[in-house]
Nanobody, 122 residues
Framework: VQLQASGGGSEQAGGSLRLACAAS????????AGWFRQAPGKEREFVAGIERHGRRTYYASSVEGRFTVSRDNAENSVFLRMNSLKVDDTAIYYC????????????????WGKGTLVTVSS
């Protein structure tokens, strides 16, 4: 599966953005999906995940209540709605496919790709 994230941009604190991730290749619907981010000088971290059928979602505590992950298997896509953005949300955001164990991707079957940059200013 190849994934490409898009939708990043610059936003002021308190604003909203919606990221999209388009999948191609093998059947996307058989995999869980996750969003990750990497801020400058920091390690990549889990942000949100959604199981293959979309019935369960998981979030990092730092984004719980502000971000919403969803997917459309018919369109081979996964989304991340980000509300109430904070300066600390500034990072490159990546999507990935694989297997989730709660708020952790224990097996990733897709490459990271280039990601999409989100910049939040105060």
């Amino acid at each position: 599966v190849q994934l490409q994230a898009s939708g990043g941009g610059s936003e002021q604190a308190g604003g909203s953005l919606r990221l999209a991730c388009a999948a191609s290749g093998r059947t996307f619907s058989i995999y869980d999906a996750g969003w990750f981010r990497q801020a400058p000088g920091k390690e990549r971290e889990f942000v949100a995940g959604i199981e293959r059928h979309g019935r369960r979602t998981y979030y990092a505590s730092s984004v719980e209540g502000r971000f919403t992950v969803s997917r459309d298997n018919a369109e081979n896509s996964v989304f991340l709605r980000m509300n109430s953005l904070k300066v600390d949300d500034t990072a490159i955001y990546y999507c990935a496919a694989g297997s989730l164990a709660g708020a952790r991707m224990v097996r990733r079957i897709s490459e990271w790709g280039k990601g999409t940059l989100v910049t939040v200013s105060s």
